[in-house]
């Protein structure tokens, strides 16, 4: 395991201020321990700075015409609290649709949001395969090898790589912000990482934000007549990533759909009629091609074009059953 020191923050703003010298957010620890266990990297932090002690950040409540979520919030409390199911039912079920009940009660929406990728060449430990989004020059693995994980709609920064994370794919279908030290982020944007990061430190992460900023609340707006859901496939019933998932958010005759596990930032089509379901799912798997190397039967099950049927028949059905 990377030998680290530990920090504790009792606030937000004092998080963000100790992690100046390369230092990385801890707060429960799902990820990010895993990580330092596995050397998964040569960009591994000598400094943790614990979050987990800070108080009262772990509320979710209504505030006006918002649903407010603090970053501490557990994935069991979001995936079982009455007000997200009313409010933004797709989050709901996002949240429990991730891990096992007892990684769920561990993990706070600010870790699931913030997660590095799952690709298993990025993940081999000891930092096996030195791949495009952690060393400059590096490349990606996943393309002449085992991409049956990886992206449908291109690569960003020589990566093919997706975002793992369940709850992403809610809060950008439900409009929400992502409120840190620094700034307010629509979720849309947060999850954007410039191709200029790839390969270093900052690359590995799977958000916009800066080394020194730290999450500290969601808010999501509070729609009336809104109807939302989330659904996710993935190879096991439980314990597993999601290798396809969608969050649909309707109003009316319209809907905010965004897919996950198909790219490296969830994948948002906004204003899809939910009139015809079959079109809905067409529409959102339009420039999907995937890497499909069935030319050489060796390679047929490392390929990923199996996403594109999946995805669309997902979203088909998800937006039959609003």
Not at 26 to 43: C, E, F, R, V
């Amino acid at each position: 395991m990377k030998d680290f020191t530990l920090k504790h923050a009792k606030t937000f703003d004092e998080a963000a201020s100790l992690l100046a010298g390369g230092a990385q957010i801890l707060a429960g620890g799902t990820d990010i321990i895993y990580s330092m266990k596995g050397m998964h990297s040569p960009n591994l932090p000598d400094e943790l700075v614990d979050i987990s002690g800070i108080v009262d950040a772990d509320y979710i409540k209504e505030d006006g015409n918002f649903l407010k979520i603090g970053a501490l919030a557990n994935l069991s409390a979001i995936a079982e609290s009455s007000i997200v199911k009313k409010d933004a039912n797709a989050l709901a079920e996002a949240a429990k649709a991730v891990a096992s009940p007892e990684l769920r009660n561990a993990g706070t929406i600010g870790g699931n949001i913030c997660q590095r990728p799952r690709c298993i060449y990025y993940r081999n430990e000891f930092n096996a395969f030195p791949c495009a989004r952690k060393v400059k020059g590096g490349v990606c693995y996943a393309i002449t090898g085992v991409h049956r994980y990886h992206s449908i709609f291109g690569m960003v920064g020589g990566c093919a790589a997706v975002c793992p994370s369940d709850t992403a794919v809610a809060l950008v279908a439900l409009g929400a912000s992502i409120v840190t030290t620094k700034k307010t982020w629509k979720a849309a944007d947060f999850f954007v990482i410039p191709n200029k990061d790839y390969g270093t430190a900052r690359g590995e992460q799977i958000n916009a934000i800066d080394s020194d900023e730290v999450v500290k609340e969601i808010q999501i707006p509070i729609v009336s007549g809104q109807k939302s859901l989330y659904r996710k496939w993935a190879f096991r019933k439980a314990i597993d990533f999601p290798q396809c998932s969608c969050a649909v958010v309707a109003n009316g005759s319209k809907a905010d759909i965004a897919l996950g596990g198909v790219y490296n930032q969830p994948k948002l089509f906004t204003g899809v009629s939910t009139s015809d379901p079959v079109a809905a799912g067409e529409t959102c798997v339009k420039g999907a091609s995937g890497f499909d190397m069935e030319t050489e039967a060796k390679h047929d099950i490392y390929s990923n074009t199996y996403k594109i049927a999946i995805m669309k028949t997902m979203v088909k059905r998800a937006v039959a059953s609003l």
